[in-house]
């Protein structure tokens, strides 16, 4: 059977992690590994980690990191599984069934390289869930329509493409995506993962539209498309972040579009 590494970074958010952990001990299927990445200041997470007897399967670092890519390659670096996904503190398995469900998929379609499947998140204070099958020719659009946490990749990969750039800050996971982008993959038509509302491209969202630009033009070249694409978004944001917004969110939802 294959193995699955589930790689959790973390930083000052013990109850994020918590909430991490229970949905990743609540697999039926239970993981390889769960390999736990703390970069915090603060001793909460390691002191928890410490004192509570963790499954046979959970494992973790504990010390200082030079952010998020830098994190997730140390993951990468001591996991050992056949597939790996970065489930980030805060952010859940959607049931029970999803290690099942992503091993068997794997097994069904033994020549794809990764996967990915729909998220569920909180998007005008409305549960949603969202995602599309990815489509190389619509690259341009970012991660618009993939989640990373959702993203289970076969280890290999890392050994032909390399691990996370450590210069990307923000858009790490869409450089990778833009490095794998053909190779086979699956996509899984239902929720994987419930999605933290607080990643840093939520966060910060018009600078990661900017690195999204950078990266895309560095990997595939200029792209009227892209450029009309980011105008697009960067007008959306405003106008969903005006004091109509919540009312056209709600009405998109009811329309079933959103993915649009």
Known sequence: MLTISI???????????????????????APYEHIIIDGSVLPDIKNYLENNKPPHYRKWICEPDH?????FNKGLKNCTGDIVVMLNSGDSFIDAQVITTVTETFQQHPDI?????????????????????????????????????????????????GYYNTDEK????????????????????KALVNFAPAGTSSVQYLQSLKDAKRIYEKHHGKSFKLTIWQ???????????SPIGNFLYTLKTRLKLENM
């Open 231 to 241: 105008i697009r978004l960067k007008l959306l944001y405003h106008l969903l972040h």
């Open 170 to 189: 923000i858009g790490m996971d869409y450089d990778l995506l833009c490095r794998i982008s053909d190779e086979p993959f699956y996509f899984i038509p």
């Open 7 to 29: 790689i959790t970074i973390c930083y000052n958010n013990l109850q994020d992690l918590l909430d991490t952990c229970t949905s990743v001990d609540a697999q039926l299927l």
């Open 113 to 161: 390289q990764w996967l990915h499947g729909k998220y569920q998140l909180l998007r005008g204070n409305r549960e949603v869930v969202i995602g599309k099958p990815f489509e190389k020719s619509k690259l341009y659009r970012g991660m618009r329509s993939i989640c990373h946490q959702t993203m289970f990749l076969r280890r290999t990969l890392h050994t032909r493409y």
């Open 67 to 71: 952010g998020i890519a830098d994190a």
